[in-house]
């Protein structure tokens, strides 16, 4: 007989990462690292919601926020795509461009986020990362058209871990 696997929460609340500034058209941020080794917390995945508000500026009608994770395999020293290890804030790029950067790291998807209108709106999606590495962060890359809102969302990571049922 097959197992059937399923999620097992690892914890009862998302820790969450306020996206505190207002991230221009093309800007990328980064979270706090994540890590996935402290307190015997292991997880197998994470859940990671993100929400983001537009402003009453019109952008893109086929506007858009990628999301990223940037892992480490060293404890926090250095992160895929170049990403500093530190805290959480704008993800800057001097010696190679944001697009070279996302190469390097795990792509979770896509949240539709049309900027069109002149009315804020909120938009939020929930993404699956599986096989979650010891330390990571989350990157986020606005291509909506516009700026979002000064504060822009939030980051949500919710750990979890596979049972045989």
Known sequence: MAATFS?????????????TTSMADGAAYQTD??????SGQDAFGYKIAVDVTTTTTAGSATGYIDVYVSESVDAETSYAGEVPSGGEGALTSTTITLAERFLNMKFLGRMNVPADDTTAFTFNKVF???W???????????????ALATTAGTVKTHPYQSQSA
Do not use: C, M, R
Request: no cysteine.
């Open 7 to 19: 999620p097992l929460w690892k914890d009862e609340t998302f820790a969450t990462h306020t996206i």
């Open 33 to 38: 690292g994540i890590d996935n080794s402290a």
């Open 128 to 130: 699956d990362y599986p």
């Open 132 to 146: 979650a590495a010891e330390w990571f962060k989350v990157i986020i890359s606005n291509q909506t058209g516009a």
